[in-house]
């Protein structure tokens, strides 16, 4: 009976290894902020040095390689930065899960109007382009630099651990346009038209003077707007192969059908989309980049809609694009049912409405990060051989704690409440190489120094005949 509990305990714990792996959180991580993976020239003609932040999942196994994947922030090509917490907290969430994750800086902004716009309404001004164009050019630089930061990492799997085979991309808003064009934008019938060499610009109102990209910028009369060069920028060339598995599209869209072209042999990414049609910056369907807000603008604050923005493709469009077009992408969509009222002030996803509860973001933020780390799971072929240097306590192990683990002599075996019942350690043959029974004692000191370096399984069983498993880890 004790051998087949033993047993029991062993496959118990090697099927929550094996079918958690890639969502469960069960790793620590070591963070290396602000490396500079290349630069580039802004809209403006400077040179802008471009920097990431990386997390990496700590790991026993030093052969071991773990998913890569990479986060973009949001501010629609204006502002934000690497920084950004909301995707500093999911490379944080996804490093615990094993993949090596980063948060990417790009260039931000793009030639505002000469006019002086002016509303009773923050940085109502700084969304003024001079003409449609700024925004795709905008977009393809973010993509260029998407790409050099990838490249950067991919150029250094064998220092980061990387498995070159397994990438993600992802991000929110702005980001999410980023990582999509990352994955998909790859035939030069798809660059836009607009990135080419085109007429120059006049120089921006002195009134977006304080908007957070314009900031140290100096302006001549007339801003040239030359060829912004290749698909893929010049940051970080690359001989390494490597394939994206999976993209997070949170809340972002596409500038044209990125989904048509596809170079022969090249894997298609598998999409996962979270987007609510109440959202008044990012449509769901087609419309122009803050199509809901130049709404409110009008009806509400007595203002100019936001001129000169580019018609958009949003997450259901997307998605009716791979079913209407048969293209094969493996696409999975989570939409909220709350469509954008047209109403200033009545009803939920008003105007009003919208500024405590935005549509333009998560409605269950743990929710959602939980749906993309099950969709990519099983895209991912790395072999999940990277032991947890913290092994996370199980809900039925509460107050149950192991230390050191991973070990490599003695461990300790404490509980907050005292352990009452048998305490067994077996090897994965089943094997019983320790056995205590403890009486009201609180800590029990176990000394494993003369076996070998391997994987062992610690069973408590209480005195009411409840089992807790846990994986030992001997280095």
């Known amino acids: 009976m004790r051998h087949l509990s033993i047993i029991f305990c062993?496959?118990?714990?090697?099927?929550?290894?094996?079918a958690q792996q890639w969502v469960t959180k069960q790793y620590s991580y070591d963070s290396i902020y602000n490396l500079s993976y290349g630069s580039a020239v802004n809209f403006n003609g400077s040179t802008e040095t471009l920097q990431?932040?990386?997390y990496l999942p700590v790991c026993t196994d030093s052969s071991a390689r773990r998913p890569l994947l990479l986060l973009a922030h949001g501010g629609a090509f204006l502002e934000g930065n690497k920084n950004d917490q909301s995707i500093h907290a999911l490379c944080r969430e996804f490093a615990k899960r094993g993949y090596v994750t980063a948060s990417i800086g790009y260039r931000l902004g793009m030639i505002g109007d000469e006019s002086a716009w002016n509303c009773n309404y923050p940085n109502y001004n700084c969304v003024f382009a001079t003409d449609s164009a700024e925004w795709y050019r905008a977009y393809y630089r973010a993509v260029q630099d998407g790409?050099?930061?990838?490249?950067?990492l991919i150029n250094r799997h064998a220092q980061y651990r990387i498995d070159t085979a397994n990438v993600f991309v992802g991000g929110e808003s702005a980001g999410a346009f980023l990582a999509l064009g990352l994955a998909l934008l790859?035939?030069?019938?798809?660059r836009p038209a607009q990135t080419y060499a085109i007429n120059d610009a006049n120089k921006p109102s002195s009134n977006t003077a304080n908007c957070t990209y314009n900031a140290g910028e100096f302006f001549a009369n007339s801003i040239p707007r030359p060829d912004l060069g290749d698909l893929e920028g010049n940051i970080e060339p690359t001989q390494v192969k490597y394939t994206i598995k999976g993209v997070a599209n949170i809340y972002g869209a596409m500038l044209s059908n990125l989904l048509r072209l596809i170079p022969q042999g090249k894997p298609k990414p598998a999409i996962y989309s979270f987007h609510q049609p109440c959202d008044i910056i990012v449509p769901i369907d087609s419309n122009q980049v803050m199509w809901g807000l130049s709404w409110c603008f009008t009806n509400g604050y007595n203002c100019y809609g936001i001129g000169n923005t580019p018609k958009i493709y949003g997450s259901r469009v997307i998605r009716n694009w791979n079913t209407s077009?048969?293209?094969g992408y493996n696409i999975r969509t989570e939409f909220t049912a709350i469509n954008f009222p047209y109403s200033f002030v009545f009803g939920q996803g008003s105007c009003l409405d919208q500024v405590n509860t935005p549509c333009h973001a998560y409605d269950n933020r743990a929710l959602r990060e939980l749906q993309v780390a099950q969709f990519f799971a099983p895209l991912i072929s790395t072999p999940p051989t990277c032991t947890t240097s913290s092994v996370e306590v199980p809900e039925n192990a509460a107050g149950l704690h192991i230390f050191p683990n991973p070990f490599s002599g003695a461990i300790s075996v404490y509980h907050e409440t005292g352990l009452y019942g048998q305490i067994e350690v077996s090897d994965l043959q089943g094997r019983r190489i320790y056995s205590v029974q403890s009486i009201n004692n609180q800590l029990v000191e176990?000394?494993?120094?003369?076996?070998?370096a391997g994987v062992y399984v610690l069973t408590y069983t209480t005195e009411n005949g409840k089992r807790i498993c846990r994986k030992l880890v001997k280095q």
């Open 10 to 18: 062993f496959f118990a714990l090697l099927q929550q290894t094996q």
């Open 325 to 327: 077009g048969n293209y």
């Open 52 to 54: 990431l932040d990386l």
């Open 186 to 190: 790859d035939t030069l019938p798809e």
């Open 446 to 452: 176990i000394d494993l120094t003369t076996q070998s």
């Open 147 to 152: 790409k050099g930061a990838l490249r950067y």
